[in-house]
Structures are given as structure tokens and as C-alpha cells.
């Protein structure tokens, strides 16, 4: 039978967010001084925290968009990815940021930052939202994280079940019944 799912509490509130998303942009900025950026969003689940983001941003930014495969339904990596699509922009040169929604198993961004790695970019880096290093599968770290969570499956601010509940504005879990 297929399982059944309730929602948790409140885990991280709008306000904390948004003072989180604050400093992230703070902190990349200062790194990233007299240098321009090329921030690259990971589809769905990155597109509210990345446009957050950039706005926090006071150094030279682009912007551009990639999707991969992710989960379906299920709430269990598989580890296969697939590039859904791929950027616009050659990033050749580049100082790239790759800005994630959630690092769980590290399979995706594993793959991923080869993947960018091999178009010789002047230097690349990872963002993301949230961390479940619990979870990790592979070495993959991430250079700013917003928060390191539990592992809990986690849906809002982006973060989808079954492509639901990414507009929720704070972010939640999900529990088994
Ligand atoms: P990974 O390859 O296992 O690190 O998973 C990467 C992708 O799986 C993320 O970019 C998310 O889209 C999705 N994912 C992982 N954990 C969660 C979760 O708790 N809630 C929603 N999506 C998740
Ligand atoms: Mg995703």
C-alpha cells in the first residue's frame, strides 16, 4: 500500500529565512568582491531561494537555469541523474555558483559539478538552502548552507512532494502516518 503522509510543524519560519537568505547574500558578496558572479539555479526546488538570493547580492550577477532529474514521486534518491535542461550561457571563465535547494544523498550536485567542472569555469562554488549531512553518499560539501537540518523529508519555500507545497513561504516536513 502506498504510504501516507501528515505534516510536521513549522520547522524554519519566514523571518528566519529571510535573516538567513540575508547574510548568505552578505557573506557571498564579500567573497565575491570587484568579481561578477554567475549564479546558477538548480530547477524547481532552488527557483524562491536563488531569487531571494540574488536580490541580497551586491556584486555583478547573471543568472541562469538547469534542471535535473530528481525523485518523482518517491521521497528515496535513486541516484540517476538526468539533465532535464541544460544553461543557457557558456560558463567559460566564469566565477559559477551553483545555488541548491537541499543536499541529501549528494548524488545530483556530485554529478552536476563535473559536469559544470569539464566547461572550465574560472572558479565554481555551492549554495544551498538546506544540508542533511546525515544522508551524504558521496564527499560532496557545499561552500555557504543556510541551515543543516535532520533528516526529515522537507517540503516549501520550493521544496516539493510529488510537485506539491513549493509555495508554501516558511519550510515544513513531512511525516509518516
Ligand atoms: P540528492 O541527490 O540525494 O542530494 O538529492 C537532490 C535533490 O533531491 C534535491 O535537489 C531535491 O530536489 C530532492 N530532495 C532531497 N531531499 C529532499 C527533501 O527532503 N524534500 C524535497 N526534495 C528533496
Ligand atoms: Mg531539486
Redesign the pocket.
Known sequence: MEKQYVFGDVMINKEEIKKRVSELGAEISKDYKGESILAIC?LK?AVLFMSDLIRELNVETKIDFMAVS??GAS?K?TGVVRILKDLDSNIEGENVIIV??????????KYLKEYLLARNPKSLKICTLLD?PE?RATDIRADYVGFSIEN????GYG???DQKYRNLPYISYLEEE
Open positions: 538548480v526546488g530528481s525523485y521521497t534518491s541548491e535547494d537541499i543536499i541529501d544523498s549528494g548524488l545530483t550536485l542533511k544522508r526529515k523529508f522537507i517540503v521544496l516539493d512532494y
